[in-house]
C-alpha cells in the first residue's frame, strides 16, 4: 500500500518517494522561545511525532529535526519588559520546552539546534545570496530582492503585486515586499560580527541554515502550521533556492497542520497566552495520552476546535478504550480456569473465536489504509474504536466461553492494538499503569487494595449464599463511587464517572 501525502506546493496528494532509499529527513518548525508553549503550539509537535512514527513503521529510518528560535523580536522585547539579558529568557523557556516535550511522551528528536549555534551558517548563506544577486545591503541590514527571485509565490499561491508586506516599512528596503536576512545591531541588543556589520539574523534565514546543516539541499519533508507557508516558507524556499540555485527543489514536499480555533476564530498570539491554553496547565490535569487523542481524531490539516468541552470528549472516549483494554489484560493475565472440553453449543465458541481473529487481522490493513492516505490518524482511530468495541461486544456475551485458544487470540489483539496506538503515540500500557498508580495513591477515594478486600469478602458471601451481606457491600461501594460487575472470569470493578 503506497504512501500518499498532500503537497502543499503542488496542492495535490502525491505518492511518497524518499530522495534516499529507505531514508526520510524531516524537517519542522519548532518555537520561539520566549513563552511557555500552547496546545496550538503542540499540535505539530504531536502530529509529525506520529508522522515520524509511521514512516518508521513503514520501514524507514528517519531523521528528524526540529529547532528552536533563540533570537527574535519577541524575545528581546521579553528581556526588555523583564531587565534581564536575552538569554535569560530564552534558558528558561528553552528548559521548560525540553520539559513539555518530555511530558508530553514524545519520542526522540534527532537534533534540536538553536538559531544563535548557526550564526556562522547563516553568515555563509547570506553571503552566497548576495553573490548570486538575490540579495543586497542597506545601511548594515542586508534584504533579499523579491523581484530577482521569479518563484516568489509558487508554495502560497500569492501573487507579488498582490502581496502585502509583513514586516516594518520603516526599514530602508528597495521594495516594501523584500524581507530581511541580516539586521543591523541597535543600541542594547544582542549582535554578532558580520561583513556587514554586528547584528543579527532574520527570522526566516535561521531554518534554511538548520535544515541544511542537518539534513542537506533537497530533504524530504519539511513541516509545520498552515500560518507558516506565507510568509515564513515562502522566505525559506526563496533564499535557499537562491543561495543553490542549480541545486534543484529546496524540499520535496511540504506538510501543513491547520490551526487551533477558538469559538470559530483561530488561537491568535494577539490574544495573549491564556492559562487554558499553555500546554504545561493542560497536562496538569490530562494525560499525554488524552492529549494526543484529542488532536488525532481530527486530520491534521483540518481546523481543530480547542474546548474543555473538546478534550473531555476525548477523555470519555480514552476512558471507555482503557476500560476494554483493562478488562483484557484482566482476562490474559489472571489465572483463570479454561474450560477446554465445554460443549460447543452450536459452534458459538469457534464463531466468536473466529470474529475476534478476523477483528485482529483486519485492525492492521484498515489503520494502513487510512494512515496511508496522507496520515488520515482521524480514520485510523475509527477502526481502532470500532475493534476495541466489538471485542468488549463478544467478552461480554453471555455466550463466550473462556479457553486456551480464546485467550491465545485475545492476547495477540491486545498486543497488536497497543502496537497500531503507539504508532500515533499514543501509549495505551503507560495508560494503565498510569491508572493504576491514580488508584494507588488517590488519597480521596478508596484505594486499590480496600477495594478488592472488600469484593474478596463479598464473594466469600455470595459463596456462603449470605446474599444480603453481598447486597450490602455492593452498596457499600457504589456510595464510594465504586461500581462491580460480575463476570464469568471473575469480578471487576471501575470508579464511576
Known sequence: MDLKIYNTLTRNKEEFKSCENNLVKMYVCGPTVYNYISIGNARPIIVFDMVRNYLKYLGYDVIFVQNIT????????????????????????????????????????????????????????????????????????????????????????????????????????????????????????????????????????????????????????????????????????????????????????????????????????????????????????????????????????????FSSQKIQESQKAMEKIINTFQNLKFLIDKELTVKENEEDNGGKIIENESKINSIRESIVTDFKKYMSDDFNSAGAIGVLFDAIKGINSIIQSKEFIFRNESLNILSLFYEEAVRLFKILGINIEGELARRQHQDKDDSSTMVKEQIEEFIKQRNDARKSKDYRKSDEIREMLLKAGIILEDRKEGTVWKRQE
Open 70 to 305: 533563540d533570537i527574535e523580536d519577541k524575545i528581546i522585547n521579553k528581556a526588555k519588559q523583564e531587565n534581564v539579558d536575552f538569554k535569560v529568557i530564552t534558558d528558561r523557556y528553552i528548559k521548560a520546552f525540553r520539559e513539555d516535550l518530555e511530558r508530553l511522551e514524545i519520542g526522540s528528536i534527532d537534533r534540536i539546534p538553536l538559531a544563535t549555534e548557526m550564526i556562522d551558517e547563516i553568515i555563509d548563506i547570506i553571503k552566497k545570496i548576495i553573490d548570486n544577486g538575490y540579495g543586497y545591503v542597506s545601511e548594515g541590514d542586508v534584504y533579499f530582492d523579491v523581484s530577482e527571485y521569479k518563484e516568489y509565490g509558487k508554495l502560497s499561491g500569492q501573487k507579488i503585486d498582490e502581496m502585502k508586506n509583513a514586516e516594518d516599512s520603516s526599514f530602508n528596503k528597495d521594495s516594501n515586499i523584500d524581507f530581511t536576512l541580516w539586521k543591523s545591531a541597535k543600541e542594547g541588543e544582542p549582535s554578532w560580527k558580520s561583513p556587514w556589520g554586528y547584528g543579527r539574523p532574520g527570522w526566516h534565514i535561521e531554518c534554511s541554515a538548520m535544515s541544511g546543516k542537518y539534513l542537506g539541499f533537497g530533504f524530504d519533508i519539511h513541516g509545520g502550521g498552515i500560518d507558516l507557508i506565507f510568509p515564513h516558507h515562502e522566505n525559506e524556499i526563496a533564499q535557499s533556492e537562491a543561495a543553490f540555485p542549480d541545486s534543484g527543489p529546496f524540499v520535496r514536499y511540504w506538510m501543513h497542520n491547520g490551526m487551533i480555533e477558538v469559538k470559530d476564530r483561530k488561537m491568535s498570539k494577539s490574544d495573549g497566552l491564556k492559562s487554558e491554553w499553555i500546554l504545561r496547565n493542560l497536562l496538569d490535569s490530562y494525560s499525554p495520552n488524552i492529549i494526543k487523542f484529542y488532536m488525532l481524531a481530527t486530520h491534521y490539516r483540518s481546523p481543530l476546535e
